[in-house]
């Protein structure tokens, strides 16, 4: 296991030094130690099933059908959900679905709009 940051671009774990720098082989992205502490800082990025960072606000589209526990009730599949709101915790999205109500889901089952 490696102690160097992942990649702040792709996130891949094959970093290596380069001097003070450190470099992506993946996508090739180079930054320095100072850097990788100010995008520590800044928080957790949260990003959609395709990768795409997910802002408050965004509109997201849920890309397989979600049962939901206890209602019985589907939100099927290209249901669009307009002004989410991120959260931390296991459900990172708070948002409201018409004819649904206001309820969690996770990021990995939504697409960016």
């Given at each position: 296991m490696s102690a160097l940051p992942a990649c702040p671009k792709c996130q891949s774990e094959y970093t290596y030094e380069d001097g003070a720098a450190f470099v992506c082989?993946?996508?090739a992205h180079e930054w320095t130690a100072q850097a990788a502490e100010a995008t520590e800082d800044a928080g957790k990025v949260?990003?959609?099933s395709a990768g795409?960072?997910?802002?408050?606000?965004d509109t997201v589209t849920v890309i397989k059908d979600l049962k939901l526990k206890g209602s019985g009730g589907v939100i099927k599949m290209g249901t669009k959900v307009k002004g989410i709101r991120l959260v931390?915790?296991?459900h990172d999205i708070d948002?409201?679905?018409?004819?649904?109500?206001?309820?969690?889901?996770?990021?990995?089952?939504?697409?960016?709009?």
């Open positions: 082989p993946e996508c949260y990003r959609d795409n960072v997910l802002q408050d606000g931390d915790g296991d948002c409201k679905i018409d004819g649904f109500g206001a309820m969690s889901l996770k990021s990995e089952f939504v697409k960016k709009v």
